[in-house]
């Protein structure tokens, strides 16, 4: 549960914080859609690169804050390792103005998180 609860909080997170999150639709659903990609494809670098250089990304459930793309980058291949079937899959999304919400289901298998 509490693997579950800190995904969610951490796509979230890179959902609202991400370089480029604007008041267009479309481009908040790409960005939407940039992000679910990087971390579906299990892809730390693709995940560090959606965020600003001066990055402060906290995981409130773990403990865990990763200050600039390095430490993100490293934070996000942990995630991947400790559940290697990681998978986000998109159930609804809104957008309205520099406001979003992104409904999604996790799953994966902790092996060591």
């Given at each position: ?57 906290e ?5 865990m ?17 400790g ?31």
């Open positions: 549960m509490k693997l579950k609860i800190a995904i969610v909080i951490a796509v979230f997170v890179s959902i609202c914080c991400c370089v480029g999150f604007t008041m267009g639709r479309d481009k908040s659903a790409d960005l939407v859609a940039s992000n679910f990609a990087a971390w579906n494809a299990h892809d730390a670098d693709k995940v560090a690169s959606l965020y600003t250089d001066d990055v402060v990304y995981d409130v459930a773990f403990g804050v990763a200050h600039g793309h390095d430490e993100l980058q490293k934070m996000a291949a942990g995630f991947f390792a559940v290697p079937d990681f998978k986000l899959e998109i159930v609804s999304k809104t957008s309205m103005g520099n406001h979003g919400s992104v409904e999604w289901v996790f799953s994966g298998t902790d092996v060591g998180l």
